[in-house]
């Protein structure tokens, strides 16, 4: 079965610092990968979704993230990080019906 | 455009009661996917509907059970809860079944079991 693995359950990074969220995939297809943000007592948002257009996908807020089919992975990135992109991250994938979620990445940003 | 709506946000029950949990689709949406999101943890799916029939179940007893009516809500039932059945509830909509599809997610309805 697919799947995700998100690499770090915290990250802290500094008001303007580069954000490095990892996500590696198990497949033996090309996936469908999603990342999404869910902030305190909210539901998920969608940041970006691969769908194998392009390899380098720009999402919401400032996100991108690259499919890289050699290291399987689909890391999102932000140059820049702002208070506000405090939160949870959850990267996923899709087989057949179902989104299959890591266990996310907590944010918090320091100023 | 409206989007998903869940009711209610939040409700206690206790140990061995039954529960029923609520989820508008967004509008010209015919899917509706159920998580369970656990404290600490990502969202695992339940089960989804898609034009009023079960299309797919995840590792849930059966015990959870769902419906989809015709204008494309749905309802999470849950019987005979227990304390691990604790979490925040999700709902998704989506415009159909693809791979591709986004999913548009409610708030959530936070369940306490005690």
């Known amino acids: 079965a697919q799947s995700v ?17 990892r996500c590696n995939y198990s497949s033996s297809v090309p996936p469908y990968l999603f990342w999404y943000v869910q902030y305190p007592n909210q539901g998920l948002q969608l940041l970006l979704k691969y769908t194998s257009a392009a390899t380098l996908v720009k999402g919401i807020n400032g996100f991108e993230a690259e499919f890289k089919k050699s290291e ?12 506000s992109d405090a939160a949870e991250y959850f990267c996923a994938v899709t087989l057949d019906y179902k989104l299959s979620f890591g ?7 320091r100023a | 455009e409206t989007g998903v709506t869940q009711s209610p946000t939040h409700l206690i029950k206790t140990r061995g009661q039954q529960v029923t949990l609520r989820c508008s689709s967004q509008s010209g949406h015919n899917t509706v996917s159920w998580y369970q999101q656990a404290l600490g943890q990502g969202p695992q799916f339940i089960f989804q509907y898609y034009r009023e029939e079960e299309n797919g179940r995840g590792n849930f007893p059966p015990r959870f059970s769902g419906l989809q009516f015709p204008n494309y809500s749905s309802e999470l039932n849950v019987n005979a809860l227990e304390l691990d059945d604790s979490a925040l509830y999700l709902c998704a909509s989506s415009q159909n079944t693809g791979e591709a599809s986004e999913a548009f997610f409610g708030q959530g ?6």
């Not at chain 1, 693995?5 to 969220?21: F, I, N, P, R």
């Not at chain 1, 399987?72 to 208070?83: C, E, I, N, Q």
């Not at chain 1, 266990?103 to 940003?109: C, D, I, L």
């Not at chain 2, 309805?109 to 005690?114: C, E, M, N």
């Open chain 1, 103 to 109: 266990a996310g990445t907590t944010v918090t940003v």
């Open chain 2, 109 to 114: 309805t936070r369940l306490t079991v005690v």
């Open chain 1, 5 to 21: 693995t998100q690499l770090g359950s915290h990250v802290s990074v500094s008001e303007g610092a580069l954000v490095l969220l």
């Open chain 1, 72 to 83: 399987t992975s689909f890391h999102l990135t932000k140059p820049s990080a702002h208070m």
